[in-house]
């Protein structure tokens, strides 16, 4: 197995490629435009993948649910004014219980905003659609971990049926770099929901509130437990930290370049979240718990912090933060505010 | 005795949610056993759309999916893109189609896409308990236009001659359920044009005596009234 060297959206279309991706719907968006075109060259090589480019991302995250209805995997992506108007779909997945994939490429907002970068899409992404429904949500902080999680977010989809995300930026989707392409060992395969023998009547909406209330119940007590088996997070640096820093995504990677540089007496750490839903919540506070100061460092205003703090509930404990909306956040500019911090504790 | 109901109807949820004297039924018992003389009930796949028709969920023995407003096209789109042996049938009101779903028509007849589109035009938004729609008649009275809608200039939307305006291979009809074989004829030569490899649009004048406020009589009246604003038959 040898390396490549390839962009981040490339090796996201890899990577659902080895997950058995068989369709692409979506409508070009800054910056996730690229999944797009490489999807359709790929398709234009190979008949067997399917690519529609849809009127809008509406329509994106419909068709891909109506393939996924059929027995295809598909996936769409999208960004920012997209992610919010596909949200509709995904609701309807979340209430039907149909498994999907999407890769969010996160730009600045509100609005148009900028149209390469932020974390501001954390709340629409994890908690988006109506109602109250269930979703796994992935954040890769390195290419290495787009490749692999694309693939686990697939496996996971069409394993416990919710639908998956891929929460991401186009810093991380526009970075080039060395990665290890790693067949997947194990797929879960994808049947057709709407039967080739017999039939499904399927719905979203009900006469009477006991009929969802049931429904709800059901969906909230798969999702308690899938948790233990999809939850995901990774611990960097002190074992038994004085600061501990929580970061998601391709910040998390400057966090560590942060803590690397920091004299390890400092007794600094990172707690990485690699699934923002379902939270690792036991492992978050038990970490938190030994920790004398909680710094959160996001490229938002504290979206983030707060899945965070609710998760943390109860605990009584200092904290301080590093937001910057829309903007990315330099090792230098960390390793600053985790001194500042540490001294002021 | 088996009334005369058609195979692929679901016994079981009829009779069915429709209001009483509400011409839906017509359509959907047509559409039923059009499926039927087709002998196509295994491959086919009904969708619909918000609103009234959301109704017709458990109306059938068929492979149904229930979908969003106005998303039932590219719902439809998507399966049959994956799986083309599927005969896709989007039934959808005018709201769905030519209002919060417009875009995904246009962008269906562009695209020429091998579904069948069934839009049931009662000229009001029924569900919600009759406002203006694309399809309200200049000066008709509804919740929302209580003085009558001011067309200013414009008209009704007529969705089958904005379809063949986009798309010169597609089927395309309006029908009546004033006219039961007409009607059930053009279901069928839809389902068949679809069949081979295009998109069919059919538009069926349908009677709301609810929202209307008008008895069976009246309904009737009315129905005929609306074939001067869309004219009934094959769009050339």
Request: aromatic share 10%; proline share 5%; net charge positive.
């Amino acid at each position: 197995m040898k390396k490549e060297f390839l962009m981040g959206s490339k090796i996201a279309v890899k990577a659902a490629l080895s997950a058995g991706a068989e369709a692409f719907f979506g409508y070009p968006i800054t910056p996730t435009t690229e999944i797009l075109e490489f999807w359709a060259r790929e398709a234009e090589n190979n008949k067997k993948l399917l690519f529609l480019q849809t009127e809008d991302e509406m329509a994106a995250g419909f068709a891909t649910i109506g393939a996924v209805l059929s027995g295809k995997k598909s996936f769409t992506a999208t960004a920012g004014p997209g992610n919010v108007l596909i949200q509709d779909a995904f609701g309807m997945a979340e209430a039907m219980r149909i498994p999907t994939v999407a890769i969010i490429g996160q730009r600045g907002g509100p609005s148009t905003g900028t149209v390469i970068y932020s974390q501001q899409e954390v709340t629409l992404t994890c908690f988006g659609g109506h109602g109250e429904g269930h979703r796994i949500v992935y954040s890769p902080s390195s290419l290495d971990e787009l490749y692999q999680l694309v693939i686990k977010a697939f496996n996971s989809a069409w394993q416990y049926r919710f639908p998956a995300f891929i929460l991401t930026d186009g810093y991380l989707l526009k970075m080039k770099d060395e990665v290890l392409l790693k067949k997947p060992e194990n797929l879960i395969a994808s049947s057709p929901i709407l039967p080739k023998k017999g039939f499904v009547n399927l719905r979203n909406c009900y006469s009477f509130e006991e009929e969802l209330y049931e429904v709800l119940e059901k969906n909230e007590k798969d999702y308690q437990k899938i948790t233990p088996k999809v939850k995901d997070f990774e611990i960097f640096g002190s074992k038994n930290p004085k600061i501990l820093v929580f970061s998601h995504g391709i910040i998390a990677s400057s966090v560590k370049a942060a803590i690397s540089s920091l004299p390890k007496s400092m007794k600094v750490a990172l707690f990485r979240p690699i699934t923002l839903r379902p939270f690792s919540q036991k492992e978050a506070l038990k970490v938190a718990s030994i920790s004398k100061k909680i710094l959160f460092v996001e490229s938002s205003l504290g979206q983030f912090a707060r899945i965070v703090k609710d998760n943390l509930f109860g605990l009584k404990i200092d904290y301080d933060f590093l937001y910057k909306p829309a903007l990315g956040i330099t090792p230098e500019e960390i390793y600053q505010k985790i001194k500042k911090s540490y001294y002021e504790t | 005795m088996r009334p005369n109901f058609p195979q692929c109807y679901k016994i079981d949820s009829k009779p069915s949610k429709f209001c009483p004297g509400c011409s839906q039924t017509l359509i959907l018992k047509n559409l039923g056993f059009v499926i039927d003389e087709l002998k196509i009930a295994s491959k086919v796949v009904y969708g619909c759309d918000i609103g009234c028709m959301l109704l017709s969920w458990d109306f059938f023995d068929l492979n149904t999916v229930q979908t969003h407003h106005g998303r039932t096209g590219p719902t439809m789109v998507g399966l049959k893109y994956a799986a083309p042996e599927r005969i896709v049938i989007a039934y959808m009101g005018d709201g769905g189609a030519y209002a919060i779903g417009a875009q995904h028509l246009v962008a269906s007849s562009m695209r020429n896409d091998p579904i069948t589109m069934i839009i049931c035009n009662n000229t009001v938004y029924a569900m919600t308990g009759g406002q203006e729609a694309p399809t309200t008649l200049c000066n008709e009275i509804t919740t929302s236009t209580i003085r009558g809608r001011v067309c200013n200039g414009s008209r009704p939307l007529l969705g089958p001659e904005l379809v063949r305006s986009l798309n010169k291979k597609a089927y395309v009809a309006r029908g009546t359920t004033l006219n039961i074989s007409q009607m059930k004829n053009f279901i069928k030569r839809a389902i068949l044009h679809q069949k081979k490899g295009n998109f069919s649009f059919l538009e069926i004048l349908s009677g709301c005596p609810i929202n209307w406020k008008t008895d069976a009589r009246e309904t009737r009246e009315f129905l005929k009234e609306i074939e001067k604003t869309f004219p009934t038959g094959e769009i050339p």
